[in-house]
């Protein structure tokens, strides 16, 4: 039998309530006990005092760009990063090439990221066949070939008869809708924010109402049809207040945050640079406080990366007109949450581990994210305080359209372990 025993760390899982120093036993993949002082017997010991152990974290909302787009990533390249970064599990979004609309695109990736992948990969379906917004998908059929939600992220179902029958039939199957909330004829030819700094740059604008029109139609089909949607990556204040207001109606509505909104804003895309490019839009100093906010007081439950690789020729093209939306987050998402949201004091690491572990699991119904006895030894040991700089040339992922290169982050990952397996260690993949 296998076993390893991580000792002395100050174990944090919020799924079950545990906030202390205690020694974490390993065996055969599973957590098997975790206590003070265990006896390690044969277990191999690694002494993890001063660190942080928590359950994996979760990303549901990352393109690993497979089938389809190798140049930008595939599932080992992504899930390289991915250990790097301290998360064990990811769902990939299906807006892939075959887009995941049929059994045998889920089938697909769950076999090749299993065979090439280090962390576990789990599949998104589409919630149109071809993201194409005319047909619902075969959601019956993409579940039992293992898809744990369904999204056509980065198209929006512009259809509101149609997205309203996807929250009926995703309903009957307690499946989650994770939409991509953007009304195109809003956005136009915008590429950044339409406020203050693309009035000075005289450049095309995105108004916060191509946003926030489809956050409140999606909420009040979900409290029309009692169907459950998730706002993929909230950008404005609008958006946050909507959702808090659908939730206190008991609307059934969940958001999330992608880390690098937390520390980068519209006076970022002075530069105009791809690396800053992203949809929606980096918002206002006033939006980033108000997804802030969001998270602190729970109307936002989950943090999530949109981890979305392109390759360095397609970001250098034209600004204005051709470079694509997307930015990268797995490796830099925990140091940004750590250092804009914990260091900061706005909310405590228990709080903040929850979003990325628990809270991300229990939406998507995955029996994941906590350190419970016989768990799948899914967990991530992390150095709350070891400050780094952000070098994307050292990226696992095989892209490098980072907003956080060159910055400084608080908190790290330092151990990454996938089913009892050491998959990172110090920075080094080990698989
Ligand atoms: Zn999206």
């Known amino acids: 039998m ?47 005092t001063g660190k942080v152990v928590a359950p994996g974290l ?6 690993l760009r497979d089938p389809g787009f190798p140049e930008r990533e595939d599932f080992q ?32 990736v769950l076999a090749k990221s299993k065979r090439v992948g280090i962390v576990n990969v789990l599949p998104y379906g589409a919630i149109t066949i071809g993201q194409q917004g005319q047909e619902l998908a075969p959601y019956v059929d993409l579940v039992a070939a293992g898809c744990v939600a369904f999204s056509d992220d980065g198209q929006p179902v512009m259809n509101s008869g149609l997205m309203r029958r996807a929250l009926i039939q995703a309903k009957a199957i307690n499946k989650v809708l994770a939409v991509h909330c953007e009304d195109k004829t809003i956005t136009g030819e915008g590429v950044i924010n339409d406020g203050e700094v693309s ?28 169907g459950q949607v998730h706002i993929c990556h909230v950008g404005c204040a609008r958006s946050v207040e909507l959702i808090r207001e659908g939730k206190k109606r008991g609307i059934n509505v969940s958001g999330e ?3 690098h909104y937390l520390n980068t804003t519209e006076e970022d895309m002075v530069t105009m640079e791809g690396r800053f490019k992203i949809k929606p839009p980096f918002g206002s100093k006033r939006d980033q406080e108000a997804l802030k906010e969001g998270l602190v007081d729970g109307t936002i439950e989950v943090i999530a990366t949109d981890h979305a690789p392109y390759t360095l020729a397609e970001k250098q093209r034209d600004f204005l007109r051709e470079a694509p939306f997307g930015l990268i987050g797995l490796e830099t998402a925990l140091g940004v949450v750590l250092t804009e949201m914990v260091h900061s004091g706005l909310m405590s690491l228990s709080d903040a581990i929850a979003k990325l572990t628990c809270n991300p699991a229990r939406l998507l119904g995955l029996n994941k994210g906590t350190l419970g006895i016989g768990q ?22 095989r892209s490098r359209n980072c907003p956080q290169d060159g910055r400084w982050l608080k908190g790290k990952a330092v151990l990454t372990m996938v089913g009892g397996r050491i998959v990172m260690q110090d920075g080094k993949i080990l698989a």
């Open 199 to 226: 009035r000075r740059l005289g450049i095309k604008g995105i108004p916060y109402t191509s946003e926030a029109v489809m956050v409140a139609r999606d909420i009040l089909l979900a409290e029309e049809t009692a």
């Open 58 to 63: 979760i990303d549901i909302h990352c393109h």
């Open 257 to 259: 945050v992608i880390p």
């Open 376 to 397: 799948d030894a899914d967990l991530v040991v992390i150095d709350p305080d070891q400050e780094w700089q952000v070098k994307v040339s050292e990226n696992e992922s």
């Open 77 to 108: 390249s992504g899930t390289r990063a991915a250990a790097r970064g301290g998360f064990t599990t990811l769902i990939a979004m299906p807006n892939t090439n075959p887009v995941c609309d049929h059994p045998v695109v889920a089938e697909y």
């Open 2 to 48: 296998a076993r390893t025993l991580l000792q002395g760390g100050h174990v944090i899982d919020p799924g079950n309530a545990i906030d202390r120093v205690a020694d974490v036993l390993i065996v055969d993949g599973k957590v098997a006990q975790l206590g003070p002082a265990l006896d390690p017997g044969d277990a191999e010991v690694i002494d993890v």
